[in-house]
Every structure is written in C-alpha cells, then in structure tokens.
C-alpha cells in the first residue's frame, strides 16, 4: 500500500467513499445529504492536508489532517479517516493513522485529538486505543444513530511528541 498527498484529481476517487460513508449517516456528524462539492470542501480544501491510500486494487482509504482549534489550540490536529468497503478488515485504518501521526508531527503538531469518536464505532475505538489513544471524555447521547438511537460520543487523544 502507498500513502501519498491527494492530488485535487483523486476527489473524483474519493467522492464515492465518502458519499457512501455521509448518507449512511452512522459514524460522521457530517449532513447524510452533503453535495459533492461541500464534501470536496470538507475533506479537501478546508484540512492541513489530505491523503489517499492506494493498493493495485485502487483507493483503499483516505484520511485528512486539519487544525483542530485555531490560535492557542492550533498545535493539536484532529485527522478524520475513510477506507474502502473492499479494504476494509485489511489493517488499512491502522496504517492510515500511523502515517497521519508522522505527518501532522512532521507539520508541527504536537497531539492528535479525534472529537466525535461514536462508542457504536466499536472497532474504531478498539483501534484508536491499540495505536495509543487515551479517551479523554465523553459527550452523553451526542449523536442521533439511525438504528441504535442516541449514542455517546468521545473525544480521544494521543500526543506526538514529548517535546
């Protein structure tokens, strides 16, 4: 697998993934009815950088990394991730986050902080945890699930650098 800088030509590629993952509406706070070029603004324009997953297979995943709080807080980001439904259960989550962690470093960032973790999203949790992760809190009843009905939400965190 490579792990490369998205190229505003993979957005045709990545759109799909993200489409499909927004109008499931089951693990991103993101509007299920987002347009393509909202989501391309989204993922895209508004992070620090954005990344794509390939295999010869083709996208496997893609993943951002953005600021998460400007000002004093702009020294943690906060990295939201997508594989493919073919990659999936492949360890193409856990590669994508430990090149996103030696990447929002590489871009002066100290800790990561994932905001809106659903604690119905059992096996990002499970894997956030396994790569280091500490939830620092819980939000009660933060999201509207679509078949489980109201869910926690946590906020995870892991710093980068003991700097």
């Known amino acids: 697998m490579i792990i490369r800088k998205a ?4 957005f045709d590629a990545i759109w799909p993934l993200l489409r499909d993952v927004f109008r499931a509406g ?16 989204y993922w895209m324009t508004s992070a620090a950088a954005t ?4 295999t010869e ?26 594989v493919s439904p073919d990659a999936r259960g492949q360890g193409v989550a856990a590669q994508m986050c430990l090149a996103s962690q030696e990447q929002a ?8 902080q994932f905001n ?6 059992t096996g990002a949790v499970r894997l ?11 939000i009660p009843d933060a999201f509207h699930h679509p ?16 700097a």
């Open 7 to 10: 190229r505003d030509g993979d």
């Open 26 to 41: 089951d693990t991103y706070a993101v509007d299920p009815q987002i347009s393509k070029a909202d989501a391309k603004i």
């Open 51 to 54: 990344y794509v997953a390939e």
């Open 57 to 82: 297979q083709g996208l496997a995943g893609t993943y951002y990394i953005r600021t998460n709080q400007p000002g004093g807080g702009a020294h943690i980001c906060n990295c939201g991730y997508i």
């Open 105 to 112: 470093a590489a871009l002066g960032y100290l800790a990561m």
């Open 116 to 121: 809106f973790v659903l604690a119905s999203n």
């Open 128 to 138: 956030w945890h396994r790569l280091g992760f500490e939830t620092v809190g819980t």
């Open 147 to 162: 078949a489980q009905g109201p869910v926690d939400a946590f906020v995870m965190y892991k710093r980068l650098t003991t």
